[in-house]
Structure formats: structure tokens, C-alpha cells
Nanobody
Framework: QVQLVESGGGLVQAGGSLSLACAASGLSFGAYVVGWFRQAPGKEREFVAGISRGGGTTNYADSVKGRFTISRNNAKNTVYLQMNGLNPDDTAVYHC?????????????????WGQGTQVTVSA
């Protein structure tokens, strides 16, 4: 059974930082492209960041570029999202997802497995 479990969310003031983790089990983790997505109330799911199987290639939404950093440790079956310079617009539930194909990583429909998400709330 495949599981993706996010952790590290919470409440932080604007300008602060949080570090999210996504721990995977039940799959050959290194064979999957991993992405972070977020969804705020009343809004569509939004791509945040993605990382290639070996970790050598990353991509980011324009809204988080320069503030967020995605990384992975395949030995630990874990992907991380370091978030700095947070602002209230970053408030959302953050989900990690794994894609076998790795095609168009910004499209949430291309992901096979999803975590339940972790809440990030940024106060002004």
C-alpha cells in the first residue's frame, strides 16, 4: 500500500519560515517525480514545486521562486519543502504527490499518488 505522509505544517507570522516533509512508503520512491501542490479555500489546486527522480532538476511556481526550496533524500524516501519569506498568500493545505511518468510535472492530473496534506497558515 502506497502512502505519502506530509508533516511540518503550522501557524507562522509573515516573513517566517516552515519546513515541510513528505515521507513515502510502499513504492520505489526513487522512480517517481515528486511535486508539492497547495490548495486554499475556494481556490483550485496549485503547483508549487517539483523535483526529478534523482533530485538534479527542480522547478517552481513563479509565486514561490526564490523563497521555497524543494529537495529529496531517496535513501530516506523523503522529499522536503523549505519555505522562507512566507506571506498570507501562502496559506493553504500543502500536498505532496508522486508521478511515475514525470510528464508535465506542473499538472496535478499527471500524479499517481497523493498525501492527505498539511495545513500552513501565515498570519499578517
Amino acid at each position: 500500500q502506497v502512502q505519502l505522509v506530509e508533516s511540518g505544517g503550522g501557524l507562522v507570522q509573515a516573513g517566517g519560515s516552515l519546513s515541510l516533509a513528505c515521507a513515502a512508503s510502499g513504492l520505489s520512491f526513487g522512480a517517481y517525480v515528486v511535486g508539492w501542490f497547495r490548495q486554499a479555500p475556494g481556490k483550485e489546486r496549485e503547483f508549487v514545486a517539483g523535483i526529478s527522480r534523482g533530485g538534479g532538476t527542480t522547478n517552481y511556481a513563479d509565486s514561490v521562486k526564490g523563497r521555497f526550496t524543494i529537495s529529496r533524500n531517496n535513501a530516506k524516501n523523503t522529499v522536503y519543502l523549505q519555505m522562507n519569506g512566507l506571506n498570507p498568500d501562502d496559506t493553504a493545505v500543502y500536498h505532496c504527490a508522486a508521478s511515475a511518468s514525470g510528464i508535465a510535472p506542473m499538472r496535478h492530473t499527471n500524479y499517481n499518488y497523493w498525501g492527505q496534506g498539511t495545513q500552513v497558515t501565515v498570519s499578517a
